[in-house]
């Protein structure tokens, strides 16, 4: 039994760049379709909802390191 990777790489090329494009099409159409289906069935978040995201995103604070001097 050969594993999808191999099968993958047992089939022409030619074949393999459209199941390659067609999988990049795939998801490119689902991110967009992704944001129309959230609206269309209430899954919006909600202004509250955003702020309680926001308070649990880790913050990146960048401190400058000082300067060593030689000697």
């Known amino acids: ?3 999808p990777v191999q099968a993958f790489r ?3 090329p ?3 760049a459209f ?3 067609s999988l990049l099409a795939w998801g490119t159409i689902g991110l967009y379709l992704s944001d129309t289906a959230e609206k ?3 899954f919006e978040p909600t202004e509250q909802e955003k702020k ?3 308070k649990v995103i880790p ?3 960048v401190v400058d390191r ?3 001097s030689k000697g």
């Open 52 to 54: 309680e995201l926001e």
């Open 10 to 12: 047992n089939l022409t």
């Open 40 to 42: 269309k069935f209430g």
């Open 59 to 61: 913050k990146i604070t």
């Open 14 to 16: 030619r074949t393999r």
């Open 1 to 3: 039994m050969s594993s």
């Open 66 to 68: 000082e300067e060593r």
């Open 19 to 21: 199941v390659g494009f």
